[in-house]
Nanobody, 123 residues
Framework: QVQLVDSGGGLVQAWGSLRLSCAGS????????VGWFRQAPGEEREFVAA???????DYADSVKGRFTISRDAAKNTVYLQMNSLKPEDTAVYYC?????????????????WGQGTQVTVSS
């Protein structure tokens, strides 16, 4: 069992930055692939970025070059650094974990989810 707590959301102006955190606890969190997803009102939840247990990363095309995912094994935490934010990045952001996997873009493939953190980008 893995527990995830995501945090770091807030209100920011366009072209600003935020860093989201996903703190993991429980069995073998370091061996889980962690993904970030987001869901805007009226939209489906969509993949943003993922990092494997070995550090391999993958990004949605819409965030490449602007967002960076990383993990600190000592702190059991995965970060999503978001730069050059746009109003269309506004959504609730969720982290999710899946055991020992390549980066996966599918919502249903992840077993554990955080509670979500709101990111609002004003124009």
């Amino acid at each position: 069992q893995v527990q995830l707590v995501d945090s770091g959301g807030g209100l920011v102006q366009a072209w600003g930055s935020l860093r989201l955190s996903c703190a993991g606890s429980g069995r073998a969190f370091s061996r889980h692939t962690v993904g970030w997803f987001r869901q805007a009102p009226g939209e489906e939840r969509e993949f943003v970025a993922a990092i494997t247990w070995s550090g391999a990363t993958d990004y949605a095309d819409s965030v490449k070059g602007r967002f960076t995912i990383s993990r600190d094994a000592a702190k059991n935490t995965v970060y999503l650094q978001m730069n050059s934010l746009k109003p269309e990045d506004t959504a609730v952001y969720y982290c999710a974990a899946r055991y020992y996997s390549d980066p996966v873009h599918t919502v249903g493939a992840y077993d554990y989810w955080g509670q979500g953190t709101q990111v609002t980008v004003s124009s």
